[in-house]
């Protein structure tokens, strides 16, 4: 049977290993009462945050018959997946599914369809607290109408990480977000999204899904490679990853050599590497996008000053005029390197120019002109289109 990938603790798990949390009593009702879950409180740190009803393992797979057979065995099948299932302590029906390593939820869409797992990284100062607001809010919004998608956010601490640290001071209290803590002083949960969209085709409809998994990683966790081990599972499961340069680094040069973006990239390629254990040689099957941040600063001309067309297809055009584009940037600045990098250790790549807010902040808030994101979603429709899940025109 397929399997997939938890999206918080990143375990690969036989969809048949998929657990279930007790749905527990609801009032005065037959039910099991909260306990201490351990592998949750370990995975989030706290015990407060870990007082659930208890997990059980889903039901052998030897005794399922391939179709529903509903409460009188305890349990229910679909699509060869048991989809709910009766506690044992206590006999209620649940559909409430975990994964069995962490006992984090795995929501419905995720266990029944092939998510694909978006790492997002970046040096500091790249800009990524900002992207990854800006990101997100176009998503539920502008781009998510454009291309018939739904963005759900996974679980509630994801839902209100995102309104304490990236909606609410950006778009209510209009402030820049301040520089990321290292992960090592400052643990934080991942931001982890549900990306659906049915794509017709041929007379039939197909559902695919796209797990957003964002980590909002410290620059500094990308220059020590005792600190990138913590981000060994995470990047291995990585099916695309998107890094996030700041062009005026690149063009300046001669910085904090560990803090250069060849050097952010490379270390980042290292782990991806050291993941999928590929021969020495071998081009990683990852697409990664690689986008100049903060373009609105530079003066541009071409496809970098065009608007991208609203359409609910990668424009292929567009897509290879900014690739070029990007790319004469970077041998002018004297970064080629980077260009000739990624075509030896990618399979597939693609150069972005974006700008999460569209004009220059001043003295520590977004400018006059409010925020104007420009190009934000071209990595992610590119990884879309790599994926399957949306056509390509001219």
């Known amino acids: 049977m397929a399997s997939i990938t938890c999206p918080y603790c990143f375990a690969r798990l036989a969809r048949e290993r998929i657990a279930f949390r007790c749905a527990g009593s609801p009032g005065r009702g037959p039910g099991c009462a909260p306990r201490l879950d351990d592998k949750l409180a370990a995975y989030t740190g706290s015990a407060a945050a870990a007082s659930l009803p208890p997990v059980f393992a889903a039901p052998d797979a030897g005794r399922r018959l391939g179709r529903n057979v509903g409460r009188n065995v305890g349990w229910t099948v679909g699509r060869n997946m ?129 797990t957003l998994v964002l980590f909002d990683t410290a620059g500094e966790d990308l220059r020590s490679r005792d600190v990138t081990d913590l981000h060994l599972r995470y990047l291995a499961a990585a099916d695309a990853i998107i890094f996030l340069v700041d062009p005026l680094e690149l063009k300046a040069g001669g910085g904090d050599p560990d803090g250069e973006p060849i050097n952010v990239i490379a270390r980042v390629t290292e782990l991806l590497h050291v993941g999928r254990d590929l021969p020495h040689g071998r081009r990683l099957p990852v697409p990664a996008a690689v986008a100049l941040t903060k373009i609105d600063a530079l003066p541009l001309d071409g496809a970098l000053q065009q608007d991208r067309t609203p359409v609910a297809a990668l424009d292929l055009g567009d897509r290879e005029a900014v690739q070029e584009q990007v790319r004469a940037l970077l041998y002018d600045w004297q970064a080629g ?58």
């Open 82 to 210: 048991v989809r709910r299932a009766a506690c044992p302590e206590c006999g209620q029906d649940t559909a409430r599914r975990v994964c069995p390593e962490c006992h984090n939820p795995l929501p419905g869409a995720y266990c029944e369809t092939p998510g694909k797992i978006v790492a997002l990284v970046g040096a500091k100062n790249s800009g990524k607290s900002t992207y990854i607001a800006v990101l997100l809010h176009e998503l539920s919004h502008r781009i998510g109408a454009e291309l018939g998608t739904a963005l759900v956010a996974c679980d509630d601490r994801t839902i209100e990480r995102y309104k304490r640290d990236f909606h609410r001071p950006l778009f209510g209290d209009r402030r820049l977000l301040p520089a990321t803590a290292s992960a090592v002083t400052t643990p934080r949960d991942p931001l982890v999204y549900l990306l659906t969209r049915t794509r017709r085709r041929r007379m039939r409809q197909q559902d695919m899904s796209l």
């Open 337 to 394: 390197e980077l260009d000739r990098y990624l075509s030896h250790e990618y399979a597939e790549y693609g150069l972005f120019g974006v700008s999460a807010l569209g004009g220059v902040p001043r003295e520590g808030a977004v400018g006059t002109g409010g925020i104007r994101p420009y190009r934000v979603e071209d990595p992610l429709l590119w990884l879309l289109h790599q994926f399957g899940m949306l056509d390509g025109v001219r």
